[in-house]
C-alpha cells in the first residue's frame, strides 16, 4: 500500500511538552504555581533533559516563567495579552472564512447545527469543558473548510492566551449570546448569502472577548 505513511512518534520531550501545556491551559497547572522539573521527571518516570527541554519550549511560548534566582513558576493570566490574542484570532477565523466560502455546503451546516445543539446542552449544565469543545468543534468546520494549515497552526500557538482566561471565567448564563449568534452563522451559510460570514464569525470572537476581559 503505497499511500500509507509511517505514524511519527513523538519524542520524550514533545509528549512532556504536550502534557504540561494541557495542564497548564486547563488550569491543572494553577497560574502562579512553582514547577520544580527534578520533581516532574520522577513524575513522568523520565530524565530531566527532556522536562527541562518541554520547560524551555513552554518559557518561549509565555506558558512559564522563569526568574533570575531560578524559580520557575506558571505565567500568570495577563487580560490585556489575552485582549491582544482575541483580536488576532478573530481576523484569522475571519480569514478562514473568507477562504471557505465557495466550500461551505448544506452538510456543514448540518454538522454545526448539531455540534452547536450539543454546545448548548453542555451551557445548560454548566460543563464548562465540554462547551469549549463544542465551541471548538464548531469553529473547526469552517477551519477546515479554508483548507489553510497555516491559519491552524497560528491559532494553534495562540490558543494558550485566551483559554486559561475562558476557562476561568466561564459562565454558562452569558452562554446563550454564543449560541444566537452560532445560529446565525448557521443560518448566513444555509440561506445562501454567505457575504457575512467573515463579519459575523469575527464579531462571535471579539463579543467573547469584550465579556472575558471587563473587569
Not at 448544506?106 to 453542555?122: C, D, G, K, L, P
Amino acid at each position: 500500500m503505497k499511500n500509507i505513511k509511517q505514524i511519527p512518534r513523538l519524542s520524550l520531550r514533545e509528549q512532556v511538552y504536550e502534557r504540561l501545556r494541557s495542564a497548564i491551559i486547563h488550569l491543572e497547572l494553577k497560574p502562579g504555581e512553582r514547577i520544580n522539573d527534578k520533581a516532574l521527571a520522577e513524575q513522568f518516570g523520565v530524565s530531566r533533559t527532556p522536562v527541562r527541554e518541554a520547560l524551555k519550549k513552554l518559557e518561549d511560548q509565555g506558558l512559564i516563567v522563569t526568574s533570575p534566582g531560578s524559580e520557575t513558576i506558571v505565567s500568570l493570566i495577563e487580560v490585556e495579552q489575552a485582549m491582544h490574542a482575541f483580536t488576532v484570532v478573530a481576523s484569522l477565523h475571519a480569514l478562514a472564512a473568507k477562504i471557505a466560502l465557495a466550500t461551505l455546503s448544506i452538510s456543514h451546516v448540518e454538522q454545526m447545527t448539531a455540534i452547536n445543539n450539543e454546545f448548548a446542552a453542555a451551557l445548560k449544565v454548566a460543563d464548562r469543558f465540554r462547551a469549549i469543545q463544542k465551541d471548538d468543534q464548531f469553529h473547526a468546520i469552517i477551519l477546515e473548510a479554508s483548507q489553510n494549515p497555516e491559519i491552524v497552526i497560528a491559532l494553534d500557538r495562540l490558543l494558550p492566551k485566551i483559554r486559561r482566561l475562558e476557562l476561568l471565567k466561564f459562565n454558562a448564563l452569558d452562554g446563550q449570546k454564543s449560541i444566537e449568534q452560532h445560529q446565525e452563522i448557521i443560518a448566513c451559510i444555509s440561506n445562501g448569502n454567505k457575504s457575512q460570514l467573515p463579519t459575523l464569525i469575527e464579531n462571535n470572537w471579539l463579543s467573547l472577548a469584550e465579556y472575558l476581559t471587563k473587569k
